[in-house]
């Protein structure tokens, strides 16, 4: 069945008129019978045959429209499922009958032009990328009411069966396109440059540490020993300081006026640790001690007790696990010429390990007496030593060459110079002294366990400033007291004021503090031989020392 086509109105005239009929331009050839644009009526300026637009075939394939039943208005008969549509059977070529063109719905033609209820062909769909699928179309009846036949039209009117008219604006025909998306290829650029420059870097810095290492071609290259660290030999330096070591420790007192740094060691696991009196008397009542151990752990200390006459002290830390006792050797059995490892703090240079010899050993000296009646002097029968001691090291054991302690280093013979500001400096010139362990293991024991210490005596009143040689007894009394004490051991021995004694125990004594230095070398209880000149003539005596408590 074909479908006619309105003519469309003329702009001047009614169609009807002779006037349209006259001026009406004639086709240039015969008319088509058959009515196919461009050879039928209305001529070559028929409108344009539809422009078919490629869009996505459905997944299930595309339905093509049934044809209207026969009789005017009715429905399209549904196929069955899964069928396929009916067909006509073949005839022979020159009897099959013209296709019937489907009618679509009216479509407007843009403002300014003239419009036609014409019918168009139905497009054919295409395909055109798997992923723009578009719904399935579906074919629903249509009643027209200024026609006798019914229109398919699709269930989507703005789908892909809209009729292309070449006047509309753009976009405004046939299915929307979307624009090609363009896939941006900076991404993988911008990843590939960063790996790149990681791989550069790394390559980079793993070329120059080993440059810096082991140099690059052509640098010179020194050789050197590779040999393994061994052990020490314990009896080396490096094996005496490695036993001895973690037994010292730096001490930092604080007082109200004045403020000192020295060094100790470790007497005991209950935390006793043996100094100078002069090290920790800064604190006096109130002060503050910190005890610095050899690890860097620190810890709080309070004085046990001291005594000014041998410089010594005993302070306690408590709460502190792990220490490291230091064992004491024998002072006596020091022989001149052995070798010794001082170790200690100077200048608060904590750990510092010099090393000597004992230089001499009952070297009379005495140190202190800043006060000035004396009470702050001690006297000290030393051992002498060249190894290097400074300020700090007060305090600081000199240990042998099996790191057991022979001494407590206390004090230096310093050169005496001026620096560019005006002060005074002194440093070690090789001449340190040591508090004899033997004595001061005596006098720490005191200390620890009644707090004080005491003093041998012989009970006599020495004249210090007696120009000659040995150490005269006073022939007068001072303060209304007898300079020999009544009942005291220097009386009961026989001993008168004027007497001078010159030998102790065989030895030369050469002063009054000489004498001194060498009674307090011994303990109470000790018996002593003198050797006396009264009048011209020697005599010798025997006594026993006594004792005087001082704190």
Do not use: C
Not at 13 to 25: I, K, L, M, V, Y
Not at 198 to 216: D, I, P
């Amino acid at each position: 069945m074909q479908l006619a086509k309105a003519e469309p109105e003329a702009a001047t005239a009614p169609t009807g008129s002779p006037a349209a009929a006259s001026d009406r331009p004639r086709p240039r050839h015969p008319q088509d019978p058959y009515g196919t644009p461009p050879y039928g009526d209305p001529g070559p300026w028929a409108p344009a045959p539809p422009v078919q637009r490629p869009v996505t075939t459905p997944a299930h394939g595309t339905q093509l429209p049934q044809p209207v039943a026969a009789g005017g208005y009715g429905t399209a008969a549904p196929p069955l499922p899964g069928a396929l549509p009916p067909q006509a059977p073949a005839l022979p070529y020159g009897e099959q009958p013209l296709p019937a063109e489907l009618p679509v719905p009216p479509q407007p033609y843009p403002q300014g032009g003239s419009g036609t209820d014409g019918g168009g062909f139905v497009p054919l769909p295409a395909v055109v990328g798997a992923d723009a699928p578009l719904p399935p179309e579906r074919l629903v009846p249509h009643r027209e009411t200024s026609g006798e036949h019914g229109h398919l039209v699709p269930a989507h009117p703005g789908g892909a069966w809209q009729q292309y008219d070449p006047w509309s604006p753009p976009g405004q025909n046939g299915p929307a396109v979307p624009p090609p998306v363009r896939r941006s290829r900076r991404g993988p650029l911008v990843v590939g440059a960063v790996l790149l420059a990681l791989l550069a870097g790394g390559v980079g810095g793993t070329v120059g540490v080993y440059v810096e290492r082991h140099g690059g071609p052509g640098d010179i290259v020194l050789p050197q020993d590779d040999e393994e660290p061994r052990p020490r030999d314990p009896h080396s330096v490096a094996g005496i300081a490695q036993t001895a070591l973690p037994g010292v420790v730096t001490l930092h007192v604080r007082g109200n006026a004045e403020q000192g740094t020295g060094t100790g060691f470790v007497l005991d696991k209950q935390g006793h640790i043996l100094t100078n009196n002069h090290v920790v008397e800064p604190a006096g009542e109130g002060g503050e001690i910190s005890v610095t151990f050899s690890g860097g752990q620190t810890a709080k200390a309070r004085v046990v007790g001291r005594d000014s006459g041998y410089d010594l002290a005993v302070v306690q830390v408590d709460g502190v696990s792990g220490l490291h006792p230091l064992t004491l050797g024998n002072s006596d059995a020091a022989r001149v010429g052995d070798p010794v490892v001082a170790i200690g703090a100077p200048y608060d240079l904590a750990n510092t390990v010099t090393a000597g010899i004992i230089s001499a050993k009952q070297r009379p000296i005495t140190a202190g007496g800043e006060k000035g009646d004396g009470s702050d002097v001690s006297y000290v029968d030393a051992l002498q030593t060249d190894a290097p001691i400074n300020p700090g090291n007060s305090g600081g054991p000199l240990v042998d060459g099996r790191a057991r302690v022979i001494g407590i280093n206390s004090a230096i013979r310093a050169a005496d110079g001026s620096s560019p500001d005006g002060t005074t400096q002194g440093g070690s010139i090789g001449l340190g002294f040591a508090i004899p362990i033997n004595q001061a293991k005596r006098v720490a024991e005191e200390l620890i366990n009644t707090g004080r210490a005491t003093h041998p005596v012989i009970g006599v009143t020495l004249e210090m400033e007696y120009p000659g040689d040995g150490a005269r007894v006073s022939g007068l009394a001072k303060d209304g007291r007898n300079p020999v004490t009544p009942g005291g051991p220097a009386a009961k021995a026989g001993i008168k004021g004027g007497d001078v004694i010159t030998r102790l125990d065989g030895a030369p004594v050469h002063s009054g503090e000489e004498l001194i230095i060498k009674i307090r070398s011994h303990r109470p209880g000790d018996t002593l031989t003198l050797t006396l000149r009264r009048g011209g003539a020697d005599r010798t005596v025997r006594l026993t020392l006594g004792s005087s408590g001082t704190g």
